[in-house]
């Protein structure tokens, strides 16, 4: 791929994941790809999968909880590259623990890097695209967006800030000036996000209060039984990442992208009509606790 049809695409969070398989995927289809992450020591998996793939990429250090950071780097990529076409807001961090158990500096993290790692990043980028009149910001979400979880209450606030976010992004900044904003919402993908949500709380919690006992178990069965290779619902970080470059290679992209069957079950109702929200309530009981199957 060269000349108009290749792009090039600044990705955070690439140590592991869906970061590494957007990384991949990118620069397998020939786009320029400068892939990020915080600490240069975990590079060693990215490089690895790069080798498998035959391909290469920059890799840059990058923190998405400083600014001034972003700005240097964004610049530097402009400098070399005369533009930037892409941003890919990957980089993101779980938090499983419900809100009276929640250790204020974790919350404050979780916020810092899901919602305000997705602003320093656009506002970074948005001055250079908006004077070619082009570029994508692409911004990594979760069915947690849409969709409230039991326990997973911090998690979704960030999620659904970054919804919203991307929808206003979108209202204006297409039509003015070309620059397309999409979120994307998938269901589970076999990632090891999950084991550091939990590391992230590990021992800051409070010895667990009984009245959550018999709804946290429900909860985990039910999430144990989701990620199994049998229930049909886990994307491979390659799979999403594959649905992520066909959407960043479309003329027009959508608002929102969701990327599985299932999570587009789990979502149909708010996104169909349910006026108070009560409708999406029930179904997330009954998916999330009660072991039932969306209708």
């Known amino acids: 791929m060269t000349g108009a049809n290749e792009k090039v695409c600044l990705i955070t969070g690439c140590s592991s994941g869906l970061g590494i398989g957007l990384a991949v995927e990118l620069a397998q289809r ?5 892939a990020t992450m915080r600490n240069l020591d975990k590079q060693a998996a990215l490089r690895a999968a790069l080798s498998d793939a035959e391909v290469e990429t920059e ?15 964004v610049n530097r990529i402009v400098e070399e590259h005369t533009r930037i076409d892409v941003l890919v807001n990957n980089a993101g961090v779980g938090f499983l623990l419900a809100t009276e158990d929640a250790n204020e500096e974790h919350i404050q ?6 919602v305000m790692g997705v602003v320093r990043g656009t506002r970074s980028v948005i001055p250079h695209m908006r004077r070619a009149r082009r570029g994508h910001v692409v911004n990594i979400s979760s069915l947690a967006g849409l ?5 997973n209450e911090i998690y979704c606030a960030s999620k659904f800030a ?4 991307t929808e206003a992004m979108a209202s204006y900044m297409a039509p003015a000036f070309g620059i397309h904003f999409t979120s994307v919402l998938s269901g589970r993908i076999d990632t090891e996000f999950g084991a550091n949500a939990a590391r992230l709380v590990q021992g800051t919690a409070p010895v667990e209060r009984e009245d959550y006992r018999p709804i946290r178990e429900k909860y985990l069965a039910g999430a144990a039984r989701r990620s199994s290779p049998e229930s049909g619902i886990v994307q491979s970080a390659a799979e999403v990442a ?3 470059a066909n959407c960043i290679e479309l003329d027009s992209p959508p608002v929102r992208l969701i990327t599985s069957a299932w999570a587009e079950a789990m979502c149909r ?3 169909e009509a349910d006026p108070t929200g009560r409708r999406m309530q029930q179904a997330v009981i009954d998916v999330f606790l009660e072991g039932k199957e969306v209708e």
């Open 162 to 165: 970054v919804e919203g976010y």
């Open 242 to 244: 594959a649905i992520v």
């Open 30 to 34: 020939g786009h320029i790809v400068i």
């Open 59 to 73: 890799i840059a250090a990058l923190d998405v909880q400083h600014g001034p950071g972003f700005d240097s780097l």
């Open 147 to 151: 969709v409230g979880q039991p326990f």
């Open 109 to 114: 993290q979780v916020l810092d890097i899901n």
């Open 269 to 271: 109702i708010k996104t």
